[in-house]
Structures are given as structure tokens and as C-alpha cells.
């Protein structure tokens, strides 16, 4: 899905741009936001870094607001083995619980789906139930939990901070 680009009724879903930086940063540094992503809240420089990568990632997908052309934030959809795809999603604090996710999540899925996929997986963290509950209003079935597989941090002692991880899937019936 090299050259991305869907309109569903407020959005668009498109290739990373220069000009996204400003709102890229605005989510990518809120604590809040990347709480559960394996990557601490960046500076305005490792954004700019940041951004660098996506404009050239196949899996990076920014997600905008039609209206405002306004980063909201952004999907993510790898390429893994036996016509599956990974599906992920970072959104802005401020458009929380508007729909976003779930609208653009769908465009996408429908567009995979379309194109032959046969089954699209999600990861998420127990503690963060508004993802979940996201892949389970999209129709996605948890089929495992993880526990403590995998760890992002170590704590002062440089042990391991251990997290569990949920997984869901969609298939294309």
C-alpha cells in the first residue's frame, strides 16, 4: 500500500508529510499519549527524526482531519507472514473518543480486506482498555493473552519493567 490515500466522510489517510511536524509533536511528546508505545515522549528534534522515517515507512499512515487538514495522528499497517497484516494506531489526546480511530481503522481494514488480506492482527496493552475495547468494537477477537512477554523499560536496577500483551485478530469472511 506504497502510494495510500482514502477519504472516508472526515478524514484522510495519506503518506506522512514535512508539514505534519507541528502536530506530529504535539502528540508524539504528550506522556499521556505514548504511555503504552514503546518509545518515551520526544523532543521537537527527535520528532523532526521522527518524521523523517515515516514520509519514507510503507507502514506509517498519517490520518487527517478533512476539514482542518490537521494531523490527528497517525495508523500503522505492517506486512507480516500468510496474507496477514499488523495493525496499529496513535492518536492526538484531544481527538479521543470522537470516532477517529475507529473511522480511519475501518477505511483501512476495508481497503485491506478488498485487496486479498486474509487476517489482520492487533497488540495491546491490558491496562489500556480504550484500545481494546477499540479492536473489539472493529470486530476483532482476542485470542491470547500474553503475560509479562515482553518490556519496553528497565527500572533503576536495570531489571526488566515486564508487561503483558492482549492479541486480536480479523479475518476477511
Same mark, same amino acid.
Given at each position: ?9 472526515? =478524514?484522510?489517510? #495519506? ?5 505534519? =511536524? *507541528? ?12 504511555? +503504552? ?7 521537537? *528534534?527527535e520528532v523532526r527524526e521522527n518524521l523523517s522515517w #515515516?514520509? $519514507? ?7 487527517? *482531519?478533512?476539514? !482542518?487538514?490537521?494531523?490527528? $495522528? ?9 496474507? !496477514? ?9 484531544? +481527538? %479521543? ?7 480511519? @481503522?475501518?477505511?483501512?481494514? *476495508?481497503? @485491506? +480486506?478488498?485487496e486479498g488480506v486474509h487476517r489482520i492482527i492487533a497488540? @495491546?496493552?491490558? =491496562? ?10 472493529? %470486530? +476483532? ?5 500474553? #503475560? ?9 536496577? %536495570? ?15
Amino acid at each position: 500500500m506504497k502510494n495510500i490515500h482514502i477519504e472516508t466522510e472526515r =478524514l484522510i489517510l #495519506r503518506r506522512f508529510r514535512e508539514k505534519d =511536524l *507541528d502536530d506530529l509533536y504535539e502528540y508524539l511528546s504528550d506522556e499521556e499519549v505514548v504511555r +503504552f508505545e514503546p518509545y518515551r515522549p520526544m523532543s521537537l *528534534d527527535e520528532v523532526r527524526e521522527n518524521l523523517s522515517w #515515516r514520509i $519514507g515507512a510503507e507502514e506509517m499512515i498519517a490520518v487527517e *482531519d478533512k476539514a !482542518t487538514g490537521k494531523l490527528l $495522528g497517525n495508523l500503522y499497517l505492517a506486512r507480516e507472514e500468510f496474507e !496477514t497484516m499488523e495493525l496499529g494506531y496513535v492518536f492526538a489526546r484531544a +481527538f %479521543g473518543g470522537k470516532g477517529y480511530a475507529k473511522e480511519s @481503522c475501518a477505511a483501512l481494514i *476495508d481497503l @485491506c +480486506f478488498q485487496e486479498g488480506v486474509h487476517r489482520i492482527i492487533a497488540h @495491546c496493552d491490558p =491496562l489500556n482498555p480504550a484500545s481494546w475495547h477499540l479492536l473489539e468494537a472493529l %470486530g +476483532f477477537r482476542r485470542e491470547a493473552h500474553l #503475560r509479562e512477554n515482553a518490556y519496553f523499560w528497565k527500572d533503576e536496577n %536495570g531489571s526488566p519493567i515486564w508487561k503483558d500483551t492482549y492479541i486480536y485478530s480479523k479475518l476477511n469472511k
